[in-house]
């Protein structure tokens, strides 16, 4: 007789910051290995800076990374391509970023600063129509949940995903307010029953940053949609 209980799907390996197990988070040669490690998808954060660029950059603050100080949204362009990050590398704006990939692979762009859904949008949106991207390959997510309240409003259409720093129910509200694709908890905070009621809901789950193949296992088993790595191809 054969088990009729179905196989949950594997489910989509996200880059993190690139492959930042590899190369220097947010850099191109993060974003280079990761398309290298066959990713299903690329997930990037940004920031606006003083002269009105989308910087792709993590922190608030330049040091953790960069051969000087600051806050990466009072840099200008020109001062900000003067910083020399770990490994040699240079903070790219968003369009390099767009342009290294080339639609080969789906981007997640998280809004890590605010006033970044407009021009964000303003980019997709060039690139949407006039570079070869579709407009499906991107996907939006923020825990600044007001900054995805701005991108909606721009773009009714867009993908857009709801990232919670604790339980993932508490985003359901807002993710139906969005009209969500999908909620983005840390991997310690779901389980079987509450991956279930957000399915349920209609909404999938990406979960963020899992990087031990084991723990890898038993989110496919809790039948998780996605998963943000540092290591994507030990998730496989
Ligand atoms: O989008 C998932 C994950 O990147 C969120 O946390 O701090 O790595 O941006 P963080
Ligand atoms: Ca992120």
Redesign the pocket.
């Known amino acids: 007789m054969s088990n009729c209980t179905p196989k949950p799907e594997s489910p989509l390996i ?1 880059g ?2 690139g492959a930042m197990g590899y190369e220097t988070e947010n850099t191109l040669a993060s974003i280079e290995k990761a398309m290298e490690l066959g990713v299903d998808m690329i ?1 990037i ?1 940004v920031f606006r800076i003083q002269t009105g660029e989308i910087a792709v950059f ?1 922190d608030e603050r330049v040091e953790r990374l960069a051969n000087s100080g600051g806050r990466i949204e009072e840099y200008n362009f020109f001062d900000m391509k003067k910083l020399i990050l770990d490994g040699g590398h240079r903070i790219p704006i968003l369009q390099e970023v767009l342009k290294l990939v080339d639609h080969r692979v789906p981007l ?1 762009i ?1 809004l ?1 600063g605010t006033g970044t859904a407009g021009p964000v949008q303003h980019i997709v949106s060039y690139y949407t129509a006039q570079r070869g991207w579709a407009p499906d390959q991107f996907i939006i ?1 923020s ?1 600044n949940w007001d900054e995805l309240r701005a991108y909606r409003a721009l773009d009714p259409e867009a993908r857009i ?1 709801v ?1 919670v720093e604790g339980d993932p129910l508490e985003a359901l509200e807002v993710a139906a307010e969005l009209k969500a694709e999908a909620i ?1 908890p ?1 991997y310690t905070q779901v389980n079987a029953e509450k991956v279930a009621r957000i399915h349920q809901e209609g909404f999938k789950v ?4 899992v990087n031990d193949p084991a723990d890898f296992q038993n989110l496919k088993a809790m039948g998780v949609d996605g998963v ?1 790595s540092n290591f994507p191809d030990q998730m496989r």
């Open positions: 996200i993190h910051r997930e954060d993590h997640n998280e890590k997510s825990f995903a990232l983005n840390h990406y979960t963020w940053t943000f």
